[in-house]
């Protein structure tokens, strides 16, 4: 691949201008960096069921307990994002520090087995694994958009996320099913081998990529609240991240909860609601391929309210499941296909503008910003979750959840970022050059 993947002043993304999506497979160092992202999300989704089922049927996990194992493994995102990323953007080597993330994720996942083989597995070790994951986790995600940066070419940006989000709709599609039968087979604990040997898979991927990332942004240059000042200052992309962060923490009631609502209230098996979340990763792979061409169609502003709004108004089907099992599941499947669909529009669309609007020297302290946003939140709400549960019971605190995600969308509508038709410019003034 050529060294143009690092972006320029002046490139844009012009939606109609896009080499095809296959073209960028066989690039060499995007093909490395999607196949290490790809398998990777496979175990992350093992890992979504695995972890709350082993909670769940070994450890007699309640509401108050789910709401905390939630909560832990996505408090480093609210603690660590921004320093995180003031830290990355100061790096020359974020590759490096992906590779040792995915390392130490492997071993703190492939340690529950291990205690659970020795009859020594506890919920303190399952919040410490998720705590440690999680902060392992931010450090790979505020080093990721410089990675990309440097293996997609600007003009590609929607192409490459929307390679991206297929993968994460595959992922979706088998690895709750994989995760539901592999707990079932061998419990949940064991399943979890599997989540960590995708880590060691990631780690050698990244350590094939030869590229050239963005230099490391000066000593001085705006600190720890340069990301936050860029934000506040830039209209647009502030209250597009107003509304990512609504909507992440209403839909965090409803991923705090699913399981086990759907093991207790619904009375679903873990195949079931295995093939249940599963049909989010159906609805996400008609969302990647829809995505680039509603984007064209109807440009990257419109394709990101409509992401919002394709994301959140099919959950409602969720917390109104009831009656016969084949209608519930019915319920949740529709529920699950179009909320994956309009997840996939809104990640690409959205992720798209804002790595295109972002200044080179800022990216990682303004997605620390991003990331405190989108994930920093979800401990707010899966304390919330856990505690309205119990307090309200589980039906209800759905309906909560769900009903303030399809309002999220009303931060968008004003922001402007409906009008912008192409991925613009990368010339919003930042704060050290306004003074």
Not at 162 to 187: D, E
Not at 201 to 226: N, Q
Not at 229 to 236: D, E, G, L, S
Not at 345 to 370: H, K
Request: aromatic content about 6%; some cysteine; charged content about 15%.
């Amino acid at each position: 691949m050529s060294k143009a993947g690092v972006r320029t002043a002046g490139s844009r993304g012009r939606a109609g201008d896009a080499p095809p999506r296959a073209g960028l497979l066989r690039e060499r160092g995007f093909r490395l960096y999607w196949s290490a992202q790809s398998v990777s999300l496979v175990g992350d989704e093992i890992n979504f069921l695995a972890i709350p089922l082993a909670a769940v049927l070994l450890l007699d996990a309640g509401a108050t307990e789910m709401g905390w194992l939630t909560a832990v493994a996505l408090l480093p995102s609210l603690l660590l994002s921004v320093p995180g990323g003031a830290w990355a953007d100061r790096r020359t080597d974020r590759r490096r520090a992906m590779i040792v993330a995915d390392i130490g994720r492997f071993a703190a996942v492939a340690s529950l087995p291990l205690a659970y083989a020795c009859g020594a597995l506890t919920m303190a070790h399952l919040y410490v694994t998720e705590f440690v994951v999680g902060a392992l986790t931010v450090l790979f995600r505020v080093c990721n958009h410089h990675v990309y940066a440097s293996v997609v070419a600007a003009d590609r940006y929607v192409d490459g996320n929307a390679l991206l989000s297929g993968s994460r709709s595959v992922a979706a599609v088998a690895g709750p099913g994989t995760g539901g039968a592999l707990v079932q087979a061998l419990s949940a604990p064991f399943a979890l081998l599997v989540d960590a040997l995708t880590y060691l898979v990631s780690a050698v991927c990244l350590g094939r990529i030869r590229t050239r990332e963005a230099p490391p942004a000066p000593r001085g240059a705006g600190g720890l609240t340069a990301g936050l000042r860029w934000v506040t200052a830039n209209r647009a992309p502030g209250l597009l991240l107003a509304g990512i962060s609504t909507l992440s923490l209403c839909h965090t009631f409803l991923m705090t909860l699913f399981v086990l609502y759907g093991a207790t209230e619904l009375g679903l098996v873990p195949g079931v609601l295995g093939v249940v979340v599963a049909m989010a990763g159906l609805g996400g792979l008609a969302g990647a391929y829809a995505a680039p061409r509603v984007v064209r169609r109807i440009g990257i502003g419109p394709a990101v309210v409509t992401g919002f709004t394709g994301f959140s108004v099919p959950l409602l089907l969720i917390p109104s499941a009831d009656g016969p099992e084949p209608l519930v599941t019915a319920a949740l499947v529709a529920a699950q296909l179009g909320a994956g669909c309009g997840v996939a529009v809104l990640d690409i669309s959205a992720n798209s503008y804002l790595i295109a609007v972002i200044p080179e020297t800022l990216r990682s302290r303004v997605m620390g910003v991003v990331q405190t946003a989108n994930f920093g939140v979800r401990p707010i709400g899966a304390v919330l979750a856990g505690t309205l549960g119990t307090a309200l019971g589980l039906r209800p605190t759905l309906w909560i959840g769900t009903v303030c995600a399809v309002l999220s969308v009303l931060w968008v509508v004003p922001s402007g970022v409906r009008h912008v038709r192409e991925l613009p410019e990368n010339a919003a003034v930042t704060p050290e050059e306004s003074g």
